[in-house]
């Protein structure tokens, strides 16, 4: 099996920053790609970014999170990093890293990634 640990997450302004890191372990010669999943309040667990492990594929984003969050990756330590900037209070939720090792999984979906941690709270206050 493959647990995946966060953390970074917390209180910030809007306008503010934060770096959320995974880091993976168990099995974790199996993972093919990591992702960010978020959840708020009273809404659907929605995708945010994507990235694989190795190659020079284009990191994947929602639309919602482009030209403000970086997804990358520190294969050796089988970390996963979210950096977060020009934080919004609509960015506020549960962030949550995902994993899978599949090529052919779809990248936003969350059926997609059968590796979960717990989740890290992020808080923007306005």
């Known amino acids: 099996q493959v647990q995946l640990l966060e953390s970074g997450g917390g209180l910030v302004q809007a306008g503010g920053s934060l770096r959320l890191s995974c880091a993976a372990s168990g099995r974790r010669s199996s993972l093919f790609a990591m992702a960010w999943f978020r959840q708020a309040p009273g809404k659907e667990r929605e995708f945010v970014a994507r990235?694989?492990?190795?190659?020079?594929?284009?990191?994947y984003y929602a639309d919602s999170v482009k030209g403000r969050f970086t997804i990358s990756r520190d294969n050796a330590n089988y970390t996963v990093y979210m950096q977060m900037n020009s934080l919004k209070a609509e960015d506020t939720a549960v962030y949550y890293c995902?994993?899978?090792?599949?090529?052919?999984?779809?990248?936003?979906?969350?059926?997609?990634?059968?590796?979960w941690g717990q989740g890290t709270q992020v808080t923007v206050s306005s």
């Open positions: 990235t694989r492990w190795s190659g020079t594929t284009t990191p």
């Open positions: 995902a994993a899978n090792s599949s090529p052919w999984a779809g990248a936003a979906a969350s059926t997609s990634y059968p590796y």
